[in-house]
């Protein structure tokens, strides 16, 4: 997935998303590298180690919160939620709406 689309996913400026990629770079869980059909845009890759950190930190969220995973779930969807709604009025101010159906790495940055 390219470092726009996802900037785009989760709502935020693509300067911001390549911060936050920049850090998780430089702790070896992600990948970029540049897109082959469009030199202008990263495309984004897990790693190994950022799997395994993200187990981890699903494991430490199931063991502090009470009920497990589906008190976990309910959390996380009304936080989408939430998030979604308050990121929909940002994105619609600025003329701008994701299309969550395109995830082709070949998206522009």
Request: proline letters at 3%.
């Amino acid at each position: 997935m390219t470092q726009a689309r996802l900037a785009s996913l989760v709502k935020v400026q693509a300067q911001t998303m390549g911060k936050t990629l920049h850090r998780l770079q430089i702790h070896g869980h992600v990948g970029r590298q540049r897109d082959q059909q469009d030199r202008r845009s990263h495309v984004v890759s897990i790693t190994d180690a950022g799997r395994a950190a993200l187990e981890s930190s699903q494991r430490i969220e199931r063991d502090l919160l009470p009920g497990g995973d589906r008190s976990s779930d309910e959390l996380r969807d009304q936080l989408v939620d939430i998030i979604t709604s308050l990121g929909d009025a940002r994105w619609q101010t600025s003329g701008v709406l994701p299309d969550d159906g395109d995830l082709s790495p070949a998206a522009s940055s």
